[in-house]
């Protein structure tokens, strides 16, 4: 039976990179993928854009207002078969019935879903998408980035003037604040260390 993949990590743990493996693997055996991407992520328009510099065009920018059933039945019609995987990137800011239309996909249509995203926002409260695709997911996996400290980062920090802020909107469109990961104990305590030297992440 095709299982529905949620794959989260914090910022900058290379979900966009594992996606794109992925879709070249498919691809190099002559198996056709269709890649999504939820359009609120406007950051590289209609392709995803891996932090090394990989970037591939998407097949479909999904809207808040769109079925995802119904995209990839349309694709099956359109190619004369389905396609052998569905993958999804940016999918945190999928709709909680988006979700269940992923897990729908791998029911009615039995093609396997692997969904990218965050967990949590910058005030560590779970993204609609990401909420429910972690209720809906036949499988969760944690793809893994560290701090500036070494630990683990589980947390997603905005910064706006060379500091952590934790108010304003989950979602703000047109690059106000950039992002950087870090572990608990210093995302509590808007510490950025070494980050303050590099160069973030632009939301």
């Not at 794109?20 to 498919?26: G, M, R, S, T």
């Not at 590289?44 to 970037?55: A, K, Y």
């Not at 070494?150 to 047109?174: F, P, S, Y």
């Amino acid at each position: 039976m095709a299982k529905l993949y949620y794959r989260y990590g914090a910022m900058n743990s290379g979900k966009t990179t594992a996606l794109l493996q992925v879709a070249f693997n498919y691809n190099e055996r002559g198996m056709r993928v269709l890649i999504l991407k939820a359009s609120v992520d406007t950051k590289g328009g209609d392709h995803i854009v891996s932090r090394l510099g990989v970037s591939h065009k998407v097949d479909v920018l999904v809207s808040p207002d769109m079925d995802i059933l119904d995209i990839v039945r349309a694709d099956t019609a359109a190619h004369g078969s389905a396609p052998a995987c569905v993958l999804c990137d940016e999918s945190q800011f999928f709709t909680a019935a988006q979700a269940e239309s992923l897990f729908m996909v791998t029911v009615e249509l039995s093609v396997p879903v692997i969904a990218y995203g965050l967990r949590a926002d910058f005030q560590n409260n779970f993204f609609e998408g990401s909420q429910w695709l972690m209720a809906w997911a036949d499988t969760i996996e944690e793809i893994k980035t560290i701090c500036w400290c070494g630990r683990k980062a589980t947390c997603n920090a905005r910064v706006v003037d060379g500091r952590v802020v934790q108010e304003g909107e989950q979602v703000v469109l047109g690059g106000n604040g950039q992002y950087v990961s870090l572990c608990r104990k210093h995302f509590r305590r808007g510490e950025l260390g070494d980050f303050k030297d590099l160069h973030l992440g632009e939301d």
